[in-house]
Each structure stands twice: as structure tokens, then as C-alpha cells.
């Protein structure tokens, strides 16, 4: 059985990793801060980072080249996000993000 991982947000930002596939994330509000979990198109959660307020998860977000899916007109014409329920599912490369290997902090 798969863990669930509850996730309320749906403003939806994405990256085009590759030929019809992309990586998303969702931050959510928490009671120390927010969280930005990262989701395959499949709905599996495959990383997070945490961070101190939505602000700096948004800035993070867009310095790693993500953008928000409802700024996108076009997007929806070629991808949808991934639809609840999520459930972890870890990267066969380990952490993607939470590594620093495909992460720039600053």
C-alpha cells in the first residue's frame, strides 16, 4: 500500500524536464513554515524542501526555472497536472532537489 501524502493546495507550478514530461510542485502552508513538494505526473510525490515562508518557496520556484501553471495560458494545452490523491513515491535517482543537485539556492 502506497502512503498518502495530504496535500490541500491545487496552484499548480511546473518544470518541462523532458519530451512530454514535467515535474510539479505544490506549496503548502504548514505550521513551521511551508513546504514545497515535488510531484511526477503520476501524482508521486518524489521530494520536498521547506521553506521559511511562501514568499522564498515562490522565489526558489522561479530561480529553478518552475512556473505557475495558472500564469500559463498555453500550458493547458499541452499538459494537466496531476490529480489527487498523492501518494509518496521516491525517485529512483534519489532526491532531486532536495540533493542540491538540481537545485540553485541562490
Known sequence: MREEINIQSRDFWFKVIDMLQQNWALIETE???VTVYF????????DELSFPNSKAAVEALRRNRF???AED???GDFM???AP????????NGPIYSSGRFWVLS
Open 85 to 92: 490523491p498523492y501518494h509518496c513515491h521516491p525517485h529512483p
Open 39 to 46: 510531484i511526477s505526473d503520476s501524482g508521486g510525490v518524489f
Open 73 to 75: 495560458p498555453e500550458a
Open 31 to 33: 505550521e513551521s513554515g
Open 80 to 82: 494537466q497536472p496531476p
Open 67 to 69: 512556473g505557475r501553471y
